[in-house]
């Protein structure tokens, strides 16, 4: 039963987190949505990757009207998983092909989540 009682608190203080937390990254304008994209890279491909070559993604991007916000690559560098802000999935997968940039999902993130 204590530990019921302790697992239901715990339920109720994530319920108040998840509730507390905004819905979308860019709650002035609502037409902007969230996603993260997954993808895949032979060795080595991101070494190259520089000041140059992330201002050419971000005009390539903003040609598609979407705004890359943060990338996570795993220790070898052949999987990264992006986070980007944009009207839809399209437009995302537009600027994925100006940029060169291989796709293996896209997933729609609005909800945000917090320890706190």
Same mark, same amino acid.
């Given at each position: ?8 608190? *715990?339920?109720? !203080? ?6 507390? /937390? %905004?819905?979308?990254? *860019?709650?002035?304008? %609502? &037409?902007?949505?969230? =996603? !993260?994209? $997954?993808? #895949?890279?032979? @060795?080595?491909?991101? /070494? &190259?990757?520089?000041? /140059?070559?992330?201002?050419? !993604? ?6 598609? +009207? !979407?705004?890359? @916000?943060?990338?996570?690559?795993? *220790?070898?560098?052949?999987? #990264? =998983?992006?986070?980007?802000? +944009?009207?839809? $999935?399209?437009? @995302?997968? $537009? *600027? ?10 896209? #997933? $729609?993130?609005?909800? #945000?989540?917090? %320890? &706190?």
């Amino acid at each position: 039963m204590k530990k019921l009682l302790i697992a239901l608190a *715990a339920l109720s !203080v994530a319920t108040v987190s998840i509730a507390a /937390a %905004p819905t979308n990254p *860019a709650t002035s304008n %609502p &037409g902007v949505h969230r =996603y !993260v994209i $997954e993808r #895949t890279f032979p @060795i080595g491909a991101l /070494a &190259g990757l520089d000041a /140059a070559g992330k201002a050419r !993604v971000n005009a390539n991007n903003a040609k598609a +009207g !979407v705004r890359w @916000i943060q990338s996570y690559a795993n *220790a070898d560098q052949t999987r #990264t =998983y992006c986070v980007y802000e +944009g009207p839809s $999935e399209a437009a @995302i997968r $537009e *600027a994925s092909k100006l940029n060169n940039l291989p796709i293996d999902s896209v #997933t $729609e993130v609005p909800v #945000t989540l917090t %320890p &706190g």
